[in-house]
């Protein structure tokens, strides 16, 4: 067979140990053939093989978000405004008046997480006041991270909350004087009302979906994403609301490889769904691109503790351990591994010894099982999941709830919040990902710089330099280390000869630009399989992905894109503006020009807005 691909001339990063390096890769059959030089890999070009110049750029192995919610976020995504990267609250309003003018009745205007109020330089979100304001007739509905949610009056009406709705268990409804909703609604403890009113909005029709989850995959591989495990999701149900993906795959459109797990949706019923589905779905049923992943996040509903650092931790209730049994007993002995979204290392400690337990009559060799988020967990647990052969996906949640983490439990305590550092040390499987699209943005670049520079979206530094992980041991939380979450060990997450040919060119060389720059970059070039499924810049006439305009035509994805509106000229999420955003002016200054991001990523005192601006006596706004 002939080389399908040749790459070359360019500076890739395999993070393959025995070749670290390379300048050349062929590609036949959508896996990696060969990786070299130049001069190597040339060589076994036949004179009908496609040849690309990388043009001296940095490549990287094609990221993979060990959990996010994409099947939910693909039958949303061309509904949803979103605020992800938006760095003021007035860009944020002007982006909802005009979405408003254009969004027909009975359609809601949605901002739905991935962003919070501490990365608008306003330091606050909009009141209900404002909202309305923006908005008198059309229903709005805006959800910050998984703690509250504001809707406007409009939206009030469209879902029937008035005087007489009581509060549901776990959530309240906040009122006026005289017992009105206000348009406030508050988790507490959990999010529950939070989606559950959600859900009360209009939905796309099938076609349309089907658009919109193409349309966000596409959105991801601008962002670098290959491939994603999906964590279920609440009013997620299987299978019907895989079925748009399912369309996907059988059709040859999927752009992400997507492993997916099961979540149950029944509280006291749980075990009966994981019965059914184990009859039904053999574990890793499906292919590269659509998976079966095993279960979880959520696997009983008394063992799920919620992570809104606004309000005190949430106790388990007390049949935690003997709804959990059941339901683990059930998975292990069909060897279906799971992962157990649990916050506070309280949870994870009840659950451990309910672990052990079941590991005493059925052994857990081979399964790869894991909790998710970990953000308290303990030494100790630490060296019990180990124990165990499990691992622990982390997320980026911190860098949107650092400062709340902060104000309730202290600068101290959020150190090593999560502790990894100290998980890799210990040698348990970790890694990373967004757990987008509501309590975190799906952009896998601010995941990577929070784990680099230990600063949160707001800017707040959390991470002190001890417990931050250099960019490499980042990169591979992002790519290697995920293999081990969906089984794919050896078979994706370098570049090396065998693996799935999944790579990325960004725009900028991620192992030397500032560390301030790390959350902008974007891909030029995005491939899954050897198949281009993103080109931009130098490489925009290799895209082998077109897609039809977002449906419906009054969809936010057509005017702004997606992360920071990047489809709009000057936003904040477009490689243009960059130079304004990271240095938070529109002119270079005497003394920097526009090289903010490096000065303000220095040792030197030059990033104080408060004080005299630095020893360099800068006068930008840093």
């Known amino acids: 067979m002939t080389p399908d691909l040749v790459l070359y001339n360019g500076r890739i990063t395999t993070l393959d ?243 997916y797990n099961l979540f149950t949706q029944k509280p006291k019923q749980e075990k009966e769904d994981f019965l059914a589905w184990t009859r039904s779905v053999t574990y890793r049923q499906g292919d590269d691109y659509f998976r079966h992943n095993g279960a979880g996040e959520m696997l009983v509903f008394s063992a799920a503790d919620f992570e809104d650092f606004r309000e005190p931790r949430p106790d388990m209730a007390a049949s935690m351990e003997d709804d959990l049994e059941g339901v683990v007993r059930i998975l292990a002995e069909n060897r279906w591994p799971w992962r157990l979204h649990a916050t506070y290392d309280e949870t994870i400690s009840r659950a451990l010894d309910v672990f052990e337990r079941v590991a005493r009559d059925i052994p857990f060799d081979g399964l790869h099982w894991m909790f998710d988020h970990a953000e308290t967990i303990s030494d100790r647990s630490i060296d019990r999941v180990a124990a165990l052969g499990g691992g622990i996906a982390t997320q980026h949640r911190m860098a949107y709830q650092g400062e709340y983490f902060v104000e309730r439990y202290g600068a101290a305590a959020a150190e090593a919040t999560p502790p990894i550092a100290r998980m890799l040390d210990k040698g348990v499987p970790v890694s990373a990902g967004t757990d987008a699209t509501r309590v975190a943005s799906y952009n896998p670049w601010v995941s990577l710089a929070w784990m680099v520079t230990g600063r949160t979206v707001g800017g707040t530094t959390i991470t002190p330099p001890r417990n931050r992980l250099d960019r490499e041991t980042a990169l591979r939380m992002w790519t290697e280390k995920v293999a081990w979450f969906c089984n794919d060990e050896g078979r994706r997450g370098r570049i090396e000869p065998g693996h799935l040919a999944d790579l990325i060119v960004p725009d900028r060389d991620y192992f030397s630009v500032p560390e301030a720059e790390i959350s902008h970059l974007v891909s030029e070039l995005t491939m899954v399989g050897g198949k281009v499924v993103w080109g931009a810049g130098d490489f925009a006439a290799l895209d082998e992905n077109p897609l039809p305009p977002a449906m419906p035509d009054w969809s936010p994805v057509r005017r702004f894109g997606g992360y920071g509106a990047w489809a709009e000229p000057g936003a904040t999420g477009s490689a243009q503006a960059f130079r304004r955003i990271a240095c938070g002016c529109a002119d270079a200054c005497s003394v920097h020009g526009h090289d903010h991001a490096r000065a303000f990523g220095a040792a030197l005192p030059v990033g104080d807005p408060k004080g005299f601006f630095g020893a360099l006596g800068c006068a930008c706004w840093i």
């Open 17 to 259: 140990r025995k070749r670290p390096a390379a300048s050349a890769v062929l590609i036949r059959d959508g896996r990696f053939e060969a990786v070299g030089d130049d001069a190597a890999i040339l060589a076994t070009a036949a004179p009908d093989t496609r040849r690309v110049d990388l043009r001296g750029r940095r490549v990287l192995p094609g990221l993979i978000d060990n959990h996010t919610h994409v099947v939910r976020g693909g039958l949303n995504f061309n509904m949803e405004l979103r605020w992800d990267g938006v760095t003021s609250l007035a860009d944020a309003m002007d982006m909802l008046r005009r979405q408003v003018a254009i969004t027909p009745p009975p359609q809601w205007v949605r901002v739905i997480g991935g962003f919070t109020e501490h990365q608008f330089v306003e330091r606050r979100l909009p009141t209900l006041d404002e909202i309305n304001a923006a908005a008198p007739d059309t229903p709005v509905f805006l959800l910050h991270l998984y703690d509250r949610a504001l809707l406007n009056g409009a939206a009030l009406r469209a879902v029937g909350y008035d005087r007489d709705t009581p509060n549901p268990p776990g959530g309240e409804i906040q009122r006026d004087a005289r017992g009105n909703p206000t348009g406030l609604l508050l988790a507490r403890p959990n999010a529950r009302i939070l989606y559950a009113t959600l859900a009360r909005g209009p939905k796309l029709p099938p076609d349309y979906q089907l658009n919109s989850t193409r349309h966000f995959m596409r959105e991801l591989n601008r962002l670098g994403i290959t491939g994603v495990i999906d964590a279920g999701g609440g009013f997620q149900n299987y299978p019907e609301d895989y079925e748009v993906i399912r369309q996907l795959a059988a059709a040859g459109q999927m752009t992400v490889r997507l492993a």
